[in-house]
């Protein structure tokens, strides 16, 4: 009996000793992008031991360092960089959309006719809690025109169909989808619109803002927690397909927190995944816990975190709720001199930009016009006036779609970031054309404006507002084509690296992550992406055409095409 326990005893140490064993990689044979400096620098080789980057350098150096028999990759000429990170998008709202038919461009067999739209919502559709959903949908997309009324009531009689703009706060819905929405043509809208035909008085089936906000919490409901991680991991697959290895949540509620958070205790997910609520939430959080931490990492450096606070000042310019200093240019439907609006009191975005200084939690704004973007930066110059402070807080500004020259300067005075959405250029740049003119249009998303006079500068998806790829947002961000092919704002290209410094090295610095994450250096976390070609190297038009062969997560490989 003895010797048995023994002989265990051995067996267990081993298995132990086996369990924990180092691994270690060595990447050799391709473009190795480090992403460090200001211009473009390659290394040789990347020694990885488990979660950390040990070595980048000369191969015969990182084969010395490894050891005995490391894990020798070929990359075969590919190239490897660090892990894109998700600066600004709706990890949870992808998740949700998960649930039902994805009609967007950047979705399989993407439709290209309302025909295939109506086959891929009959053929796709599953029935969730009575409905059929979908996301995705842009009637620009579709080449014979929008989907109307009755072509959803056509081939959908008699079941409730919800279809949800790629703008995420429009959609259509069919007949009886309104009945059981108990939509009528006397419904009054709040913060939005419920269209109606202006010859027949009868409703277009369209639902714009709140009304088409409110009428998807009524149909996707309440779900389980079981249903929730499923979603997540749905979610995790697409962003690790787009070479994603931090992914955010913006406009998280407390619930949506609770269940990120424990999906990352429960390693349901291995994203690094972070939560960005809006000022509300922020009060409830804090009343809840006055000493709640922000910007911290469940796991020391990866995990699970709050970002900050987000507070919005307009909305989508392509909708013309952006609010901006002089008229849209079109204001069919609108009053003649329609600026837009504020979605928040300059009264409330002062107060919780003061509130952010006082507790030291980092402020994200999100500005789109450059009316709105004055509200912001009106309180930022306040709250640092009336606090104090002159640390670096890293404020941000998302969107700063339609940002002024000038405003570009306070910015940089006051180390704000711009993270921006070159997407848009070329989903709605023919839209910006027609509702705001050339002069202002040609200007949305002025990068270069932006880089030149040394702000720094972020790149987001924004998804399921744009789609999910990096690389075609690095396209636009370079090249600024729109939908039918025009250049906009050509003076406003960025070149391919700063572009890609967008999505690492400079998304890094937002989180205040940089001594962690965005590059390829000893002691960074081993988040890494392996491309099939070289963004650098390709022709411009091309950019958008490079995939992802695989995406390494703390030195484990989750996801790969090889």
């Not at 169909?161 to 959609?171: D, E, K, P, R, Y």
């Not at 009528?184 to 088409?212: H, N, Q, W």
């Not at 975005?349 to 009106?378: C, P, R, W």
């Amino acid at each position: 009996m003895h010797i048995a326990k023994k002989i265990l005893g051995c067996f267990l140490t081993f298995y132990s000793l086996a369990a924990f064993a180092h691994t270690s990689t060595v990447y050799f044979n391709g473009d190795i992008l480090t992403m460090q400096g200001e211009s473009p620098q390659y290394v040789e080789a990347l020694y990885v031991q488990n979660d950390k980057i040990m070595f980048a350098g000369d191969k015969a150096q990182a084969l010395a360092q490894a050891g005995a028999n490391p894990t020798l990759y070929d990359l075969k000429g590919r190239t490897l960089m660090p892990g894109f990170i998700d600066s600004w998008g709706h990890f949870a709202l992808i998740a949700q959309n998960t649930l039902g038919v994805n009609l967007g461009y950047f979705s399989q067999n993407p439709p290209n006719t309302k025909a295939q739209a109506i086959n891929k919502l009959l053929t796709e559709g599953k029935l969730f809690n009575g409905w059929i959903i979908s996301s995705g949908y842009s009637e620009a997309m579709l080449s014979d025109g929008g989907l109307s009324l009755a072509d959803l009531d056509k081939a959908f009689p008699d079941q409730p169909l919800l279809i949800q703009n790629i703008s995420t706060l429009t959609g259509l819905v069919n007949s009886a989808g309104l009945k059981k929405l108990a939509i009528t043509r006397d419904t009054k809208a709040v913060a939005g619109f419920i269209p109606t035909d202006p010859k027949t008085g009868e409703l277009t089936g369209e639902l714009v803002g709140s009304p088409f906000m409110d009428a998807v919490v009524r149909a996707v409901g309440t779900y389980s927690q079981d249903i929730t991680f499923d979603t997540y991991r749905k979610t995790e697959q697409i962003y690790l397909s787009n070479g994603f290895t931090t992914a955010q949540s913006y406009e998280a509620t407390v619930d949506e927190i609770n269940k990120m958070r424990t999906a990352i205790e429960q390693k349901i997910i291995s994203l690094d995944l972070i939560a960005l609520p809006t000022y509300d939430v922020v009060d409830s959080l804090l009343k809840s816990n006055p000493n709640f931490q922000f910007g911290t990492y469940s796991q020391v450096d990866r995990g699970f975190k709050v970002a900050g606070i987000m507070v919005p000042t307009d909305g989508a310019p392509q909708l013309r709720f952006a609010y901006f200093t002089k008229p849209f240019l079109d204001t069919t439907g609108f009053s003649q001199d329609w600026r837009g609006f504020p979605f928040t009191p300059q009264g409330t975005v002062d107060h919780y930009a003061k509130l952010a200084y006082e507790k030291n939690i980092q402020y994200f704004g999100y500005s789109n016009g450059d009316a709105g973007i004055d509200m912001t930066l009106s309180a930022l110059s306040k709250a640092m006036k009336e606090t104090g402070v002159t640390e670096d807080r890293r404020p941000v500004i998302s969107h700063s779609f339609f940002v002024r020259d000038d405003q570009l300067a306070q910015y940089k005075e006051k180390n704000i970031m711009a993270i921006t959405l070159p997407n848009h250029i070329w989903l709605y740049g023919d839209v910006y054309l027609k509702i705001l003119g050339e002069e202002r249009a040609k200007n949305i998303s002025p990068l270069r404006s932006a880089d030149k006079l040394g702000v720094k500068i972020g790149i987001h998806n924004d998804t399921p507002s744009s789609g999910p790829n990096v690389l075609f947002s690095v396209w636009s961000a370079v090249n600024r084509k729109t939908f039918s092919g025009k250049t906009l704002g050509e003076e406003q290209r960025i070149d391919v690296y700063k572009a890609l410094q967008g999505f690492t090295v400079n998304a890094a610095y937002q989180y205040r992550e940089e001594t962690s994450k965005g590059l390829l250096a000893e002691g960074m976390l081993a988040d890494l992406v392996e491309l099939d070609r070289n963004p650098l190297k390709v022709d411009t038009d091309d950019i958008k055409n490079i995939r992802v062969v695989q995406t390494i997560k703390q030195g484990k490989r989750l996801y790969s095409i090889r």
